[in-house]
């Protein structure tokens, strides 16, 4: 079946660092991809999606690319705020059926000013 | 911005008591799902619902379990018996209807057995 499989956590960082959080899946089929995020106390908002290969989600200054050849979906930011400190969550759905999404075990990212 | 909103967002109950989760997604949406997040692990599917009729559920989703959308705008999670194992997060979800569109969460119902 379908899975995604995400960087372990937590992850620490400076204000201003890079950042990549690492996204792999495995799916039958050309599933759509998305993060989401959910920052403390508050539910799973979307971040980024990208539906099809080569499609590049943005938002906030986060991007990721689907890379359909090695089956990833990495989140990257330039220069990461300490409002970015949240849980990210990789996600797939397919087009069959009910579009479930299936999620990732999550990032948990803590950004230290 | 329309959102998903969903009551309470703690309930503790007994083992063995039922829980109704009550979702209201967005006012045009027509796919709902139902999520469940156990402490430190992933979000898993549980349910979803569309046109008045469950169109996919997961092995989670046993005869414990129920679902239903008494009036239109609610959306509701049963538990008839809760165990132990049921605490978990759970979150309502809503979509429109095309192949592409994203489903919109709410905030989530933390569930605790004792």
């Known amino acids: 079946g379908n899975s995604v499989t995400q960087m372990e956590g937590p992850v620490t960082l400076s204000e201003e660092a890079f950042l990549t959080i690492n996204c792999t899946y495995t799916?039958?089929?050309?599933?759509?991809l998305f993060w989401y995020v959910q920052y403390p106390g508050e539910g799973l908002q979307l971040l980024l999606k990208?539906?099809?290969?080569?499609d590049k989600g943005s938002n906030k200054g986060f991007e990721a690319t689907y890379r359909k050849e090695t089956t990833s979906f990495h989140l990257e930011k330039g220069s990461v705020q300490v409002s970015d400190s949240a849980v990210y969550f990789c996600?797939?759905?397919?087009?069959?059926?009910?579009?479930?999404?299936?999620f990732g075990q999550g990032t948990r990212l803590t950004i230290n000013p | 911005e329309p959102e998903v909103t969903q009551t309470p967002s703690h309930q503790v109950t007994q083992m063995g008591q039922e829980v109704i989760l009550r979702c209201v997604p967005i006012?045009?949406?027509?796919?709902f799902y139902w999520y469940r997040q156990i402490l430190g692990q992933k979000v898993e599917f549980l349910v979803s619902?569309?046109?008045?009729?469950?169109?996919?559920k997961s092995e989670i989703f046993d005869d414990q379990f129920s679902v239903e959308r008494p009036d239109g705008s609610n959306f509701t999670l049963k538990i008839r018996s809760t165990k132990l194992e049921d605490s978990a997060m759970y979150f309502c979800?809503?979509?429109?209807?095309?192949?592409?569109?994203?489903?919109?969460f709410g905030p989530g119902t933390r569930l605790t057995v004792l």
């Open positions: 799916a039958t089929g050309y599933p759509s």
């Open positions: 990208a539906t099809k290969a080569d």
């Open positions: 006012s045009n949406h027509l796919y």
């Open positions: 979800a809503s979509r429109l209807a095309g192949d592409t569109d994203t489903q919109y």
């Open positions: 619902f569309y046109n008045n009729e469950i169109s996919e």
């Open positions: 996600a797939l759905s397919d087009f069959q059926g009910a579009q479930k999404l299936v």
